[in-house]
């Protein structure tokens, strides 16, 4: 069965990374809490650590991707609003994990979407990787 452009991807919460930054936060929790440092400034940082866990399991920037058979590729915000963007040639993509790295249009800082198979379809986890490196050798051979 083949593919049709254009692929929507519709993100959703994906239970394996909140379960990877948990467990990275909770260790970092067990260091800071056995080092040899004055109680108010293990506390000071527990709580530093708290917040850096809230704001890293909230939602990601992009609710939905779109990818065209010609390599281009939109962003959809949460607010609805699409924007064209352009996969970075440091985005990795592994069975389990796609680090994709977004350049959008009109916006001067980076996306950086990290994707885990629960994040949507397991035939649209597919589709994606196999879109990004055929997208990655065709702009290696142009």
Known sequence: MGARFPLFIDLRRSLYRIAALSVMHG?????FLYMPWLPPLRVAMLAVLALSLRRSL????VVSLRL?????LECVLPDGTSLP????PDTT??????AL???A????RI?????????????EFRLLRLWLRWNRAATRES
């Open 85 to 88: 963007a352009v996969p970075l």
């Open 68 to 72: 065209y058979e010609n390599g281009g």
């Open 93 to 98: 993509v592994f069975s389990w994990l796609v």
């Open 27 to 31: 260790a970092a929790a067990g260091v």
């Open 101 to 103: 790295r977004l350049k």
């Open 111 to 123: 996306i950086s979407l990290p994707l885990f198979p629960d994040h949507m379809s397991r035939e």
């Open 58 to 61: 909230s939602p990601l920037g």
């Open 105 to 108: 249009e009109g916006r001067k």
